[in-house]
């Protein structure tokens, strides 16, 4: 469930039913669509109601001229019952009659107005009056309404409204409040690259990145991707306001998914951004992505930190429960991102490695072949060894065996790396399940230790039972 | 069970409210009918009012026609 969409709802049917988004709080346990489908019951019900009414008045207003039912409707009738009425009126009436109203009678009308139910009507409203309503209305900061009517109105109107509108974040926030999303990405899609920077702009300038990510995650994929690279792009004092009104709103939620969708190099700058490596900013996305399912996208965000972030991250998940550590297992199996996690593994504590090597330990065959498949191929001996030193020996002589099967060449990468990071356990049992030429390198390989560490190695082979393997 | 306010909020709306909205206690289920009933009343009341005022804007000589038209 999106926080800002919810939000979005919550504002549209507080406008509706004369109550204020605060007056509504309790609906942030409803899901936007429910709210929505209320507000959109809610208006039904209302031009439903007395349907037979409103075109019994459609009908007798053919009996008076325009010119005088344009005073009627502005003195006596109201933007209320016009609204209500319109959509019974023959469209060529209607469209003249708004044209003898004034601009601020159409801007209440068009408060009042559904204009899903009244589409050839708006849509033959002249450009040149619609853009005075809509001017009218950016005056008012009525967002909601425009948004409801950048749904209704052909494309190339908007696009000169919008033109026409050089408030950036106006803009931002109609389009943050228009329903349509699929016409929403064609819209956004009119606007200059030039514009769209402005409208960056303006989420800083005017404290509405809440809203800016909104908008970033209801367009399309293809322009989510656009907008998300082009917000990466911006200077530091900009992405950092971003991710300040991120942690601020508690919407990680909202904001991840929209991390997922930038390119790797944008990715990379977000994610090791000072203000996203803290506590509070880890935490909330590693929330975000247990709320959402979202490790998949965690992941290799991680693997584009520093040692230094991957260190943070590692704390911040090791304190937590099992249930996410059975998640980056099951994410690097099906995703084939063995080396983001074992990269993430690597950082933590001793005591927590032991229980990851277990829960690894107990997961399927193939599983563990498909780890094995990933270490050997990317040669990540050194990330492995830690934790594979802590699995029992049997899980240890399967992933062997079946790296045997995949690289011939496996008995020396492992050795490279037990070397590099002084774990030999792995090796060792590598070595013993060896043929006999492989194991006769070994002399060599034990001359280029200390004697420390060969002292070290040789005790371990005896007390796995493989005296006669080190010399 | 349906809770009497989601069925009063149902009632207002002249269907069923949406499901989720079960979720809701009492007492908010309430603002939303309560805020739906206002809205109804408020509606009916500016009917009334709008057609008493238009029909004072109408020439003396079309008022019954439209009169008869509207209230028929």
């Known amino acids: ?72 409707a502005e003195r006596a009738i109201g933007p209320w019952l016009c609204a209500h009425v319109a959509g019974h009126m023959p469209t060529a009436a209607a469209i003249d009659l708004a044209s003898r109203l004034p601009v601020p009678f159409l801007a209440d009308t068009c408060v009042q107005l559904d204009p899903r139910r009244v589409q050839p009507l708006i849509r033959g409203i002249p450009v040149s009056q619609v853009k005075s309503v809509a ?190 550590i059975h998640e980056f297992i099951q994410t690097a199996h099906a995703h084939d991102l063995w080396v983001a996690a074992l990269n993430l593994f690597h950082h933590m504590q001793p005591e927590r490695q032991a229980a990851l090597a277990l829960l690894l330990s107990r997961n399927d065959k193939t599983v563990l072949e498909g780890l094995i498949a990933s270490v050997s191929r990317d040669n990540h001996w050194t990330r492995l060894i830690v934790i594979g030193e802590r699995m029992p020996l049997d899980v240890q002589q399967q992933l062997i065996a079946h790296g045997m099967t995949l690289d011939p060449g ?29 194991r006769a390198q070994v002399p060599e390989v034990m001359q280029r230790l200390s004697a420390e560490q060969r002292g070290m190695i040789k005790h371990r082979a005896d007390s796995l039972g493989f005296s006669a393997l080190i010399p | 069970m349906t809770s009497a306010a989601l069925q009063r909020l149902g009632q207002e709306l002249g269907g069923n409210a949406p499901a989720a909205l079960a979720a809701l206690s009492e007492q908010e289920l309430t603002v939303l009918a309560d805020a739906v009933a206002r809205l109804k009343t408020r509606q009916q009341q500016d009917l009334g009012k709008a057609l008493e005022a238009a029909l004072g804007h109408v020439p003396a000589l079309l008022r019954g026609a439209v009169r008869k038209i509207l209230f028929a």
Do not use: C
Request: charged share 25%; aromatic share 6%; glycine share 4%.
């Open chain 1, 135 to 324: 001017k009218e209305l950016v005056r008012r900061r009525d967002y909601i309404t425009m948004g409801r009517f950048v749904d209704s109105l052909p494309e190339s109107t908007i696009r000169q409204v919008l033109d026409d509108t050089p408030q950036d974040d106006a803009l931002l926030l109609i389009a943050y409040y228009a329903e349509n999303k699929e016409h929403l990405s064609h819209v956004i899609g009119f606007l200059s690259e030039e514009r769209l920077m402005r409208v960056m702009q303006a989420a800083q300038d005017h404290s509405l990145w809440p809203e800016a990510l909104g908008l970033m995650s209801y367009v399309s994929p293809a322009l989510r991707t656009r907008l998300a690279d082009m917000a990466a792009g911006q200077n530091d004092t900009l992405l950092t306001g971003m991710v300040e009104a991120i942690k601020q709103h508690n919407i990680w939620n909202d904001a991840l998914p929209i991390v997922g969708f930038m390119s790797e190099p944008s990715r990379k700058r977000f994610i090791n951004l000072p203000a996203v490596q803290d506590d509070a900013a880890l935490t909330g996305i590693i929330a975000a992505s247990r709320d959402l399912g979202l490790w998949p996208t965690l992941l290799p965000l991680i693997d584009l930190m520093d040692d230094a972030g991957r260190a943070r991250v590692a704390r911040i998940a090791e304190a937590q429960d099992d249930v996410i």
């Open chain 1, 1 to 72: 469930m999106s926080e800002l969409a919810n939000r979005a709802e919550r504002q549209k049917l507080g406008q509706l039913l004369g109550l204020k988004e605060t007056d509504l709080h309790f609906l942030e346990k409803i899901d936007e669509r429910s709210i929505a489908a209320l507000r959109e019951q809610t208006s039904g019900m209302l031009f439903d109601r007395n349907r037979g009414m409103f075109q019994r008045i459609a009908a007798s207003s053919k009996l008076l001229p325009n010119s005088l039912l344009a005073v009627i």
């Open chain 1, 410 to 438: 496996i008995i020396s990468r492992l050795i490279e790396a037990a070397e590099e990071v002084g774990a030999w356990d792995m090796a060792l049992q590598a070595l013993a399940a060896s043929d006999a030429s492989v």
